[in-house]
């Protein structure tokens, strides 16, 4: 089981409310898209669910146990592309388990049992500033998932992609998060990007955030039915 509930959680930052009474749930195995207006409080509230920092209110459950304020529980990419210039693919995907005090061999071995399904075999060796925009994004998720496949946290991790890099990068991440049986929590400003990959969608208000609203999405939704929920998430972006 790899769930995460977020209960009614609020925080301010320097006199200003970014998070507004935040109720939410990634269920196991669930694809969850979280949609909101620039600057409304995104990577707070994957701050916040990291354990990273603490809301003033509220709490994070993750398998039924309260881990408000603590880390090591889920996966996260955050909104920059934090690769190590100075560090080859091999290392830059390998460190959170040499964080964690594997071994350096056994944890090249761990990246190079994974490097094919991310499309990164033969390129271990190369520098982040070798490799294409999309190839990067791969290795930071790679090393995403090298700390956990169960749970993971991703911001924005396409938004810096060319339309068609990212569209593929759209059907090989929802692929993969399918065999990994991965519960993800993505955060995007992008309604095609959301309608593409989730199962669920929130969308947030301005800031503070909070929940404006919630949809269910399967793979039967038609054209049509996307489209006009397309024109309904719309609506309360504006
Ligand atoms: N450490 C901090 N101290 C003070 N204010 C902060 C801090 N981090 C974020 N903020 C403020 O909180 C608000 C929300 O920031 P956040 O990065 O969570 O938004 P976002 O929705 O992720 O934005 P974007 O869509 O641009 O990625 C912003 O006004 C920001 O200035
Ligand atoms: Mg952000």
New binding site residues.
Partial sequence: MSEVIVEKVSKT??D?Q?IANISLSVKNGEFVVIL?P????????FHIISGLIMPDIGRVYINGSDWTGKTGQVGYMQ?KDLLLASKNVQTNIAIPLLLKGEETKLAYKKVQENLADFGLKGFENYYPRELSGGMRQRAALLRTFMFTKDILLLD?PFASLDAITRRKMHLWLKDLCISYNSSVLF?T?DIEEALMLADRIYVLSN?P?SVKAEFHLNLHNSFSEKELLKIKILSLLE
């Fill in positions: 930052m320097d200003l970014v909101g620039s600057g409304c409080g995104k990577s707070t509230l909104q924005e955060i400003h800031r955030a």
